[in-house]
């Protein structure tokens, strides 16, 4: 009686585990980064390349720490003790002004549901998965249309961190790949672990919040699952305003400046990032316009074709 309970109770479990529906694995996914306490090395492939990074966090005497260590190439490092940041480099020669590595997971942390499911098909594979010597659960998004990419997501089965995720494009190819070779969930780390040493140089920056404008351009055409994250617009300079999109997981960021040269169509890709610039004419102004996403090349081209000067009820 009290196998056959026990027997019970752990198939219960199992159920609950894989009961979990693709979205929420991924919703559980995006609280992790924050939550959690974390020392990890990750290889990150894109367009060829390959690099390995560190990264750790940490609430330590009430101060959060992050860091994001490259430990390839030119071995530069970024650290956060709650909102501030410094950019680290080996020699001063190093550096390169406004330059901050991305961070690995900043792009899943605004997962919307609705659109995710209005513009992918999301499943959870029935098999069992390791990385990083980690059990894990395999989340795949299928595209409903060719305008955006695939994702497959290995999230830890325990406390559904993000072990691995691809973005693959047409034939399931390789576009980008993060992956963990190994992490751990309880380090000893202490404030000294995000403390430059003496002799590397050092880059402090303030991240400083855009100014809110109105919002002078549209889209006449969205894909599905597609739409403004911001109502308004983003003010980066005298000259420039940021739009940004989103179907949940992929962003679009739109830039409109002002210019005196005209510029024809182009495109350029590095992994699953593209980048495309045009100027187009509204009246007696010239203005140029430049998109950069995680998208297919054909999207920006048709992002590029429909927008258009004017506000509405997007």
Not at 93 to 111: C, H, I, M, S, T
Not at 171 to 189: C, G, H, K
Not at 284 to 302: C, N, S
Request: hydrophobic letters at 40%.
């Amino acid at each position: 009686m009290i196998r056959a309970l026990f027997l019970t109770t752990l198939l219960s479990l199992s159920g609950a585990v894989s009961a979990h529906s693709g979205v929420e694995w991924l919703l559980r996914m995006t609280e992790s980064f924050d939550s959690l306490a974390y020392d990890g090395v990750f290889v990150h492939q894109e367009a060829g390349a390959m690099n390995s990074m560190r990264v750790r966090r940490g609430l330590i005497g009430g101060v959060e720490y992050e860091s994001l260590e490259d430990l390839d190439g030119r071995r530069i490092a970024v650290i956060r003790a709650d909102d501030s940041v410094i950019c680290v480099f080996p020699d001063k020669e190093d550096y390169v002004a406004g330059f901050v590595p991305n961070e690995p997971f900043k792009r899943f942390q605004q997962l919307d549901k609705e659109r995710l499911e209005q513009a992918y098909d999301i499943s959870v594979v029935d098999k069992e998965q390791r990385i990083a010597s980690r059990d894990a659960v395999k989340v795949t998004l299928t595209p409903k249309d060719e305008f955006r990419y695939a994702h497959r997501f290995w999230v830890d089965k325990e406390n559904g961190f993000l072990l691995k995720h691809d973005v693959l494009g047409p034939s399931d190819a390789l576009l980008e790949r993060i992956q963990f070779t190994s992490v751990t969930f309880t380090p000893d780390l202490k404030a000294s672990d995000f403390t430059p040493n003496d002799e590397s140089y050092t880059q402090h920056f303030t991240e400083v919040e855009p100014t809110v404008v109105e919002r002078h351009w549209h889209f006449d055409w969205l894909p599905a699952g597609f739409s403004l994250v911001w109502q308004d617009a983003r003010r980066l300079n005298d000259n420039t305003n940021m739009l940004l999109l989103s179907d949940g997981m992929s962003t679009v960021s739109v830039f409109v400046e002002q210019t005196d040269k005209k510029r024809p169509e182009t495109f350029m890709n590095l992994g699953a990032t593209i980048a495309g610039e045009k100027s187009i004419q509204v009246d007696d102004k010239l203005y140029l316009l430049t998109m950069v996403g995680e998208v297919p090349a054909q999207t920006l081209q048709r992002l590029m074709a429909v927008i258009m000067p004017g506000s509405s009820n997007d």
